[in-house]
């Protein structure tokens, strides 16, 4: 167990009472997941949809009835749930939507086993985290200061799945038809300060276990912030910020989905195909 859930419940608590129009990359990803499912030729009866905090949702129009469950206490909740225990029924919703709340879980691999369980065959689910190299750059800034000033390193940043991985897991968990591809940004800021802002307004700030107990010492935050600008500044002195998004989609076996061709069935060889392309 990596990170506290009663903290990551406390902190996003706290987001919520911020406008929803500050947390950064939550509302342009949250029209995307719709748009993504509306381009789908499925109508989805009842769905849950997880981790949406407080924005204002516009769902897509081939979803009938939307639940939504938060860690935490929201005015716009249906329920309050640790994805890591779904309370749901077996083989008992159409969708199961994932809202950026993955990375902060301990255990990736039985919250996808449990969302499997709770679709109906032929059910999707669609998510979307923040992997990779997510917060490298504050990362390295952050480590190098403490290890600098204190001579030893603390964690600051959780680790951030990789995409090959949660491919993978999709496979685990019994999805059919996975699908797991990646968004790149690079956030330009005026200063560090800005970007620790955002991160805090999101509720994404530090949950592990593993943190110091102790107040974020005064000089090390200070050397860390000047770390940051030396090496991650850009010409009009801005300072950039890496974010990774990865979308996950998986689907709940069901006869009636399409499958692969069996072995040996082509009618050309890869040769006769390339040939014809000349």
């Given at each position: 167990?990596?990170?506290?859930?009663?903290?990551?419940?406390?902190?996003?608590?706290?987001?919520?009472?911020?406008?929803?129009?500050?947390?950064?990359?939550?509302?342009?990803?949250?029209?995307?997941?719709?748009?993504?499912?509306?381009?789908?030729?499925?109508?989805?009866?009842?769905?849950?949809?997880?981790?949406?905090?407080?924005?204002?949702?516009?769902?897509?129009?081939?979803?009938?009835?939307?639940?939504?469950?938060?860690?935490?206490?929201?005015?716009?909740?249906?329920?309050?749930?640790?994805?890591?225990?779904?309370?749901?029924?077996?083989?008992?919703?159409?969708?199961?939507?994932?809202?950026?709340?993955?990375?902060?879980?301990?255990?990736?691999?039985?919250?996808?086993?449990?969302?499997?369980?709770?679709?109906?065959?032929?059910?999707?689910?669609?998510?979307?985290?923040?992997?990779?190299?997510?917060?490298?750059?504050?990362?390295?800034?952050?480590?190098?200061?403490?290890?600098?000033?204190?001579?030893?390193?603390?964690?600051?940043?959780?680790?951030?799945?990789?995409?090959?991985?949660?491919s993978n897991l999709l496979q685990r968990a019994n999805f059919n038809l996975?699908?797991?591809?990646?968004?790149?940004?690079?956030?330009?800021?005026?200063?560090?300060?800005?970007?620790?802002?955002?991160?805090?307004?999101?509720?994404?700030?530090?949950?592990?276990?593993?943190?110091?107990?102790?107040?974020?010492?005064k000089d090390v935050l200070e050397r860390s912030m000047e770390i940051y600008?030396?090496?991650?500044?850009?010409?009009?002195?801005?300072?950039?910020?890496?974010?990774?998004?990865?979308?996950?989609?998986?689907?709940?076996?069901?006869?009636?989905?399409?499958?692969?061709?069996?072995?040996?069935?082509?009618?050309?060889?890869?040769?006769?195909?390339?040939?014809?392309?000349?």
């Amino acid at each position: 167990m990596i990170h506290d859930r009663k903290i990551a419940r406390i902190k996003r608590e706290r987001s919520f009472k911020n406008n929803p129009e500050s947390k950064l990359f939550f509302n342009e990803y949250s029209q995307d997941m719709f748009e993504r499912i509306e381009l789908i030729n499925n109508t989805f009866e009842k769905g849950l949809a997880l981790g949406f905090r407080n924005i204002n949702l516009k769902k897509s129009k081939n979803i009938g009835h939307l639940r939504l469950a938060e860690l935490g206490i929201s005015q716009n909740i249906d329920f309050v749930c640790d994805e890591e225990f779904l309370p749901i029924k077996k083989s008992s919703l159409d969708i199961i939507i994932s809202f950026f709340n993955l990375h902060s879980s301990n255990d990736i691999p039985g919250i996808l086993f449990q969302i499997n369980q709770s679709l109906k065959p032929n059910g999707l689910f669609i998510g979307c985290l923040f992997v990779g190299d997510t917060l490298k750059e504050l990362r390295f800034c952050l480590a190098k200061a403490e290890e600098e000033i204190t001579k030893g390193i603390s964690p600051r940043i959780s680790p951030f799945a990789d995409l090959q991985d949660l491919s993978n897991l999709l496979q685990r968990a019994n999805f059919n038809l996975p699908v797991a591809d990646i968004d790149r940004h690079k956030v330009t800021y005026d200063n560090p300060i800005k970007l620790m802002n955002d991160l805090r307004e999101m509720g994404e700030t530090n949950i592990l276990k593993e943190k110091e107990k102790t107040f974020f010492r005064k000089d090390v935050l200070e050397r860390s912030m000047e770390i940051y600008k030396e090496n991650f500044s850009l010409e009009n002195h801005k300072i950039f910020a890496t974010f990774e998004i990865a979308w996950l989609i998986g689907w709940k076996y069901h006869d009636s989905q399409q499958k692969p061709l069996q072995p040996g069935s082509g009618q050309k060889n890869l040769a006769e195909a390339v040939d014809e392309l000349d």
